[in-house]
Nanobody, 115 residues
Framework: QVQLVESGGGLVQSGGSLRLSCTAS????????MGWYRQAPGKQREFVAE???????NYAESVKGRFTISRDNDKGTMALQMNSLKPEDTGVYYC?????????WGQGTQVTVSP
């Protein structure tokens, strides 16, 4: 079992920055890829970024060049540095961790970007 807890959300003006963190507990060394997803009001949850346990990264086109994902495998933590935030980045951000035949989700953290 792996449990995930996100932190770092909040309210920021357009153009500002936020750093989200995700802390995993339980069998953290069974985790493969980890990622961030977000869900805006009235919309489906969408992919934001992911990072493998070897450090390879992948980003949604909408956040490339603005967001940076990182992780510390030994500590079971992952971060998302978000710069040049836009109102369309508003939503609940979820941490995801994938293992063989299973995945875990955090409870989400709210990010609100005002115009």
């Amino acid at each position: 079992q792996v449990q995930l807890v996100e932190s770092g959300g909040g309210l920021v003006q357009s153009g500002g920055s936020l750093r989200l963190s995700c802390t995993a507990s339980g069998n953290i060394f069974s985790i493969g890829a980890m990622g961030w997803y977000r869900q805006a009001p009235g919309k489906q949850r969408e992919f934001v970024a992911e990072i493998t346990n070897s450090g390879s990264t992948n980003y949604a086109e909408s956040v490339k060049g603005r967001f940076t994902i990182s992780r510390d495998n030994d500590k079971g933590t992952m971060a998302l540095q978000m710069n040049s935030l836009k109102p369309e980045d508003t939503g609940v951000y979820y941490c995801n961790a994938r293992r063989i035949l299973a995945e875990s989700w955090g409870q989400g953290t709210q990010v609100t970007v005002s115009p």
